[in-house]
Nanobody, 116 residues
Framework: QVQLVESGGGLVQPGGSLRLSCAAS????????MKWYRQAPGKERELVAA????????NYADSVKGRLTISRDNRKTTVYLQMNSLKPEDTAVYYC?????????WGQGTQVTVSS
Protein backbone atom coordinates (compact mmCIF):
# COMPACT_ATOMS: atom_id res chain seq x y z
CA GLN A 1 0.00 0.00 0.00
CA VAL A 2 1.01 3.61 -0.42
CA GLN A 3 3.08 4.98 2.43
CA LEU A 4 4.56 8.41 2.98
CA VAL A 5 6.75 8.80 6.06
CA GLU A 6 8.04 12.24 7.00
CA SER A 7 11.01 12.86 9.27
CA GLY A 8 13.46 15.59 10.19
CA GLY A 9 11.29 18.00 12.11
CA GLY A 10 12.22 19.52 15.43
CA LEU A 11 12.83 22.66 17.43
CA VAL A 12 15.08 25.28 15.85
CA GLN A 13 15.93 28.88 16.61
CA PRO A 14 14.93 31.68 14.24
CA GLY A 15 17.41 31.86 11.39
CA GLY A 16 18.22 28.18 11.70
CA SER A 17 17.86 25.32 9.24
CA LEU A 18 16.20 21.94 9.01
CA ARG A 19 15.97 19.30 6.33
CA LEU A 20 12.75 17.34 6.09
CA SER A 21 12.53 13.99 4.34
CA CYS A 22 9.55 12.05 3.05
CA ALA A 23 10.19 8.40 2.24
CA ALA A 24 7.64 7.02 -0.21
CA SER A 25 6.66 3.46 -1.05
CA UNK A 26 3.86 1.49 -2.66
CA UNK A 27 3.79 3.32 -5.99
CA UNK A 28 6.12 4.18 -8.87
CA UNK A 29 7.65 7.23 -7.25
CA UNK A 30 9.44 8.51 -10.34
CA UNK A 31 6.14 8.88 -12.22
CA UNK A 32 4.52 11.39 -9.86
CA UNK A 33 4.84 14.95 -8.73
CA MET A 34 5.25 15.41 -5.00
CA LYS A 35 4.21 18.23 -2.71
CA TRP A 36 4.90 19.56 0.77
CA TYR A 37 2.10 21.18 2.74
CA ARG A 38 2.03 22.65 6.22
CA GLN A 39 -0.62 23.36 8.81
CA ALA A 40 -0.13 25.81 11.65
CA PRO A 41 -2.35 25.76 14.75
CA GLY A 42 -5.74 27.25 13.99
CA LYS A 43 -4.99 27.64 10.29
CA GLU A 44 -5.85 25.76 7.14
CA ARG A 45 -3.37 23.42 5.52
CA GLU A 46 -1.41 25.29 2.85
CA LEU A 47 0.76 24.24 -0.07
CA VAL A 48 4.42 25.06 0.53
CA ALA A 49 6.28 23.53 -2.40
CA ALA A 50 5.83 21.15 -5.30
CA UNK A 51 8.20 19.24 -7.55
CA UNK A 52 7.61 17.48 -10.84
CA UNK A 53 8.20 13.77 -11.33
CA UNK A 54 11.68 14.30 -12.78
CA UNK A 55 12.58 17.14 -10.45
CA UNK A 56 12.95 19.52 -13.34
CA UNK A 57 10.17 21.86 -12.25
CA UNK A 58 9.51 23.29 -8.81
CA ASN A 59 7.01 25.76 -7.38
CA TYR A 60 6.86 27.55 -4.05
CA ALA A 61 4.47 29.57 -1.96
CA ASP A 62 5.45 33.23 -1.97
CA SER A 63 6.02 33.11 1.78
CA VAL A 64 8.86 30.59 1.47
CA LYS A 65 10.54 31.53 -1.82
CA GLY A 66 14.28 31.89 -1.44
CA ARG A 67 14.31 30.11 1.93
CA LEU A 68 12.89 26.63 1.30
CA THR A 69 14.04 24.24 -1.42
CA ILE A 70 12.23 21.10 -2.53
CA SER A 71 14.19 18.27 -4.14
CA ARG A 72 13.85 14.57 -4.77
CA ASP A 73 15.92 11.44 -5.23
CA ASN A 74 14.02 9.01 -7.42
CA ARG A 75 16.48 6.19 -6.68
CA LYS A 76 15.79 6.55 -2.97
CA THR A 77 12.07 7.33 -3.52
CA THR A 78 12.43 10.27 -1.19
CA VAL A 79 11.44 13.92 -1.42
CA TYR A 80 13.19 16.56 0.67
CA LEU A 81 12.47 20.04 1.94
CA GLN A 82 15.56 22.06 2.84
CA MET A 83 14.48 24.86 5.15
CA ASN A 84 16.82 27.80 5.73
CA SER A 85 16.44 31.16 7.44
CA LEU A 86 13.52 29.80 9.41
CA LYS A 87 11.04 32.20 10.98
CA PRO A 88 8.59 31.71 13.86
CA GLU A 89 5.77 31.83 11.32
CA ASP A 90 7.16 28.67 9.73
CA THR A 91 6.06 26.76 12.82
CA ALA A 92 3.65 24.06 11.66
CA VAL A 93 3.18 20.37 11.01
CA TYR A 94 4.67 19.60 7.61
CA TYR A 95 3.12 16.91 5.40
CA CYS A 96 4.13 15.38 2.12
CA UNK A 97 1.47 14.52 -0.41
CA UNK A 98 0.99 12.65 -3.64
CA UNK A 99 -1.98 12.45 -6.02
CA UNK A 100 -2.39 9.03 -7.59
CA UNK A 101 -5.18 9.31 -10.13
CA UNK A 102 -8.21 10.39 -8.13
CA UNK A 103 -6.78 9.50 -4.72
CA UNK A 104 -4.72 11.74 -2.49
CA UNK A 105 -2.27 10.33 0.02
CA TRP A 106 -0.75 12.08 3.01
CA GLY A 107 2.00 11.24 5.43
CA GLN A 108 1.56 11.50 9.18
CA GLY A 109 3.38 14.82 9.33
CA THR A 110 6.44 16.11 11.15
CA GLN A 111 6.39 19.02 13.58
CA VAL A 112 8.60 22.03 12.95
CA THR A 113 8.84 24.60 15.74
CA VAL A 114 10.81 27.80 15.25
CA SER A 115 11.35 29.53 18.56
CA SER A 116 14.06 31.11 20.65
Amino acid sequence: QVQLVESGGGLVQPGGSLRLSCAASGFTFSNYAMKWYRQAPGKERELVAAISSTGGNTNYADSVKGRLTISRDNRKTTVYLQMNSLKPEDTAVYYCNVWLGDKIYWGQGTQVTVSS
